[in-house]
């Protein structure tokens, strides 16, 4: 097997096996610790040896066993354990657990034991990318900008916290299961976002972070294909993330969706996340109970991507899922959007109305200003437009934001 | 079963009514503590509750010394203090939770809820 091969096999073991030998070993050891360290470990035995012996026909497998091996090595060495204790664990059976369903695959129970409430929401996207997404500590402190010891102590911190308090590997009770849920689809959601449009740092998209959480999107559609919501959040997700490309322009600067080449929009992505958000609309209409805001958002992207250009956006439609977004959860940024909607379906003057009964609670908010920024600037009043520009750009973390609002500042006549 | 602390602040000052705006808020909210109790009970969570005086009765005492010291009042400096406690067995922190939960309507306050040491983890103390 040549150097290369061999290097793609262990990248997509990576990729592919990471998260299911990290869940299988926490579930048959108790103790996310070991099981983090043992697949670990792995993983460097099988840069060592795969490019020597060749990469095994079952590296799921391979990698589980040889893991299994390295966390029994561990717990040998460590003396506190009680003898009992350990030969028990060691004489647990080697086979795979038999899953009867989705609802017993490990991988759920490490998605929600990395999602625990009780964990702080910081502590959830760290523990959630090392265990189920196989980043290295540096790429997550790299990633959410702070230093690699204080996102080290981040994550062990909240491994200790699980076994203390005995966070239970396993899946919520079904009275329990949609509230927590909602928990870790919001951590995915987090993580997308700070790819989508970093709030700070000098990169602007971080596709890192983009296609990690796209993939954990995925992973949890295909844990939970009935649910709506882990639905149309990867719809949500592979709608907003087809328009990477077309997002900043070659020097840097964030091109607003109006102004976006709309043939550099990826096709392919664009007709998976149509093709989601169809199956959750007939779902609906065959008598699922009605979208959550996953959904909802998924199926605005939907409107937007199926528009050959803004100006032939269905924005009646638009802004009628955003009046549903809405009642779902009025929150002051829900109804900012709706308000950028409502300008392009009933004039700038309106919008500019609703926005302003926002100020008070928005006004640390840098999109709140761009958006009433903009407005202004339809209506003609140039200097009220300007000072809400200037507001905006020292808000703003992403340095493609801020050039592109200060250029629109800049083009605005005195 | 995991043994945990569940823990209920109150204000350093109470009024006639201890931490209550009135006296039937007071009663009812005795009752609903004590219906919450007899539950633990029944379902084998319970080991341990009671309610503390208020914190100014406190004395702190360092023996650490050659002579001890005696101060009045509560170790830390603060405007809530403990003022009463649950220790409770439960399955996993899932389950006490959701104890706390009730817990907290019942006592009409904010409990925290936090684990005791396991002779596991007592061991690994030991021998770190």
Not at chain 1, 30 to 43: K, R
Request: aromatic residues 6%; proline residues 4%; glycine residues 8%.
């Amino acid at each position: 097997m040549s150097e290369s091969a061999v290097e793609a096999a262990i990248g997509r073991a990576h990729r592919e096996e990471w998260a299911r030998v990290v869940a299988g070993l926490a579930r048959r050891f108790g103790d996310l610790d070991l099981a983090e360290e043992a697949t670990a470990e792995a993983y460097v035995a099988a840069l060592e040896r795969w490019p020597r012996d060749g990469a095994p026909l079952n590296p799921g497998g391979w990698l589980t066993t040889t893991a299994t091996r390295k966390a029994i090595d561990r717990l040998r060495r460590e003396s506190h354990r009680d003898a009992k204790h350990q030969a028990a664990q060691m004489l647990a059976d080697d086979a795979p657990s038999d899953p009867t369903g989705p609802l017993e695959d490990d991988r759920l129970r490490l998605v929600f034991t990395c999602c625990h409430p009780a964990l702080a929401m910081e502590a959830r996207v760290a523990l959630t990318l090392r265990l189920l997404g196989g980043l290295t500590v540096a790429e997550i402190a790299r990633a959410f900008l702070v230093h690699e010891t204080t996102m080290a102590q981040r994550i062990t911190r909240a491994k200790a916290k699980i076994k203390a308090a005995h966070v239970s590997f396993r899946v919520p009770s079904a009275g329990d299961i949609r509230e927590r849920l909602a928990g870790v689809l919001a951590v995915v959601y987090l993580v997308f976002n700070e790819g989508y449009l970093a709030s700070a740092g000098d990169d602007s998209l971080r596709a890192d972070l983009t296609d990690e959480a796209i993939r954990l999107g995925r992973l949890l559609r295909m844990l939970l294909p009935y649910d709506g919501e882990v639905t149309g959040l990867l719809a949500l997700m592979l709608l907003a993330d087809a328009r990477r490309a077309a997002r900043v322009s070659h020097t840097g600067e964030l091109v607003v969706l109006d102004e976006q080449d709309r043939s550099a929009w990826n096709r392919t992505l664009i007709i998976e996340g149509h093709t989601l958000v169809r199956e959750r609309i007939a779902a609906v209409a065959a008598g699922e109970e009605p979208p959550g805001r996953y959904q909802l958002l998924a199926a605005i992207n939907a409107v937007h991507t199926a528009a050959p250009s803004a100006r032939d956006t269905d924005w009646p439609q638009i802004v009628a899922l955003y009046d549903r977004l809405v009642a779902l959860d009025p929150s002051p940024i829900v109804r900012l959007n709706r308000a950028i909607a409502v300008a392009e379906l009933d004039g700038p003057d309106l919008a500019l109305a609703e926005i302003d009964r926002l100020t008070e609670t928005l006004d640390g908010y840098h999109a709140f200003h761009a958006a009433r920024a903009d407005l202004l600037r339809r209506v003609g009043r140039g200097g009220e437009s300007r000072a809400a520009y200037d507001k905006a750009i020292r808000l703003a973390g992403n340095p493609a934001e801020r050039a592109h609002l200060t250029r629109r500042r800049d083009q605005l006549v005195r | 079963m995991a043994r945990y602390m569940l823990s209920v602040f109150g204000p350093a000052e109470r009024n006639e009514f201890g931490d209550y705006p009135s006296k039937e808020a007071m009663l009812e909210a005795f009752a609903d503590t004590g219906a919450f109790n007899e539950m633990l009970e029944s379902a084998g969570h319970f080991v341990f509750a009671d309610g503390l005086e208020p914190a100014t009765t406190a004395t702190t005492v360092d023996g650490q010394g050659e002579r001890p010291v005696f101060t009045d009042g509560p170790y830390l400096e603060a405007k809530e203090h403990l003022g009463g406690f649950w220790v409770i067995e439960a399955a996993d922190l899932d389950e006490v939770l959701a104890l706390a939960v009730q817990g907290s309507k019942a006592c009409r306050g904010k409990v925290e809820v936090r684990p005791f040491q396991s002779a596991e983890s007592f061991q690994a103390l030991l021998e770190s």
